[in-house]
């Protein structure tokens, strides 16, 4: 799709748009497909390479560019790069059912391999395939919002899955190499945070396991 902005004489190309409505009125951003749910996801850090334009539209298609007075009445700033973060964060991707579809899956999918990354079974202490966990997740009717982070909804879902099936998060090994004169103080720090210490060796430096 190509969209030009008669305002600024920028035609915007492969255009992803997401939408808020805030104070009565809808805002609009201009971004670049496929990059929204990548900067959500914290994969993607660079907003320039997630807005096509830093500017607050209130019709992309038709480049109508939302007043000041109207941003700082409803986000209460003028700063766009602002408001387009916030935008970006909580507001509407706008995209074809088929696009939509073909999303929601790819986040399921991505979801349930989060979920197998980070699980065992407790009885075998061995990770389950991402298949399995995506059965599960279709057993517990887990519907995938489009808004939140895939990390931040496979943490949900652990925590769902473990009222179904026997599941709890990997624990992770860790080796501490400490100063001498500061090893006793600083591993008494650390014990409310360990669950198992496999070894322990005390020379030059305190080294745990």
């Not at 059912?97 to 979801?111: A, G, Y």
């Not at 995506?134 to 496979?154: C, G, P």
């Amino acid at each position: 799709m190509s969209i030009f902005t008669p305002t600024n004489q920028i035609r915007l190309t492969n255009v992803a748009v997401v939408r808020m409505k805030k104070g009565g009125k809808r805002y609009e951003i201009a971004c670049y497909k496929n990059k929204v749910m990548s900067w959500r996801s914290g994969a993607e850090k660079d907003l320039d390479e997630v807005l096509q334009t830093h500017s607050v539209f209130m019709n992309v298609s038709k480049g109508q560019v939302a007043k000041k007075e109207d941003l700082v009445k409803a986000f209460g700033t003028e700063d766009q790069t602002d408001i387009c973060k916030q935008i970006l964060s909580k507001g509407e991707l706008q995209v074809s059912e088929k696009e939509r579809s073909t999303q929601l899956e790819q986040m399921f999918r991505d979801i349930a391999t989060i979920v197998a990354d980070k699980c065992v079974n407790p009885e075998t202490k061995r990770p389950y395939t991402v298949n399995l966990i995506e059965r599960a997740m279709k057993d517990i009717h887990y519907s995938v919002k489009a808004t939140k982070s895939t990390k931040q909804q496979a943490l949900d879902v652990i925590k769902q899955l473990k009222e179904t099936m026997q599941i709890e998060r990997a624990h992770m090994r860790l080796r501490f190499i400490l100063p001498a004169k500061d090893g006793k103080r600083l591993k008494e720090k650390l014990k409310p945070l360990i669950k198992h210490v496999e070894s322990e060796d005390f020379d030059q430096e305190l080294e745990i396991v």
